[in-house]
């Protein structure tokens, strides 16, 4: 069983930073993509960013340029760096973990991150 734990969310100003951290444990060796989803009040959930085992990235084309997304294999650590945030990114954040084979997706408990205007 892998356990995704998520932190560092909160509550920041237009034009701040947040790191957010999501640490995996258990049987985690495994996980091949590692990332963060977001989910807004009354809107759909969308991929922020993702990274590979291998540090390919991919990222949602409204935090290009702002968040960079970074994984510690080691540690089965994945971060990511929120600079220049705005009211929009105001959203619930959930770490999620991908393992290609057998299929399966792990999530975190979801952190919040508020940015105020």
């Known amino acids: 069983q892998v356990q995704l734990v998520e932190s560092g969310g909160g509550l920041v100003q237009a034009g701040g930073s947040l790191r957010l951290s999501c640490a995996a444990s258990?049987?985690?060796?495994?996980?091949?993509?590692m990332g963060w989803y977001r989910q807004a009040p009354g809107k759909q959930r969308d991929l922020v960013a993702s990274t590979t085992r291998g540090g390919s990235t991919n990222y949602a084309n409204s935090v290009k340029g702002r968040f960079t997304i970074s994984r510690d294999n080691a540690q089965n650590t994945v971060y990511l760096q929120m600079n220049s945030l705005k009211p929009e990114d105001t959203a619930v954040y959930s770490c999620y973990g991908l393992r290609w084979a057998p299929y399966y997706t792990y999530w975190g408990q979801g952190t919040q991150v508020t940015v105020s205007s």
């Open positions: 258990g049987n985690s060796f495994n996980i091949d993509v």
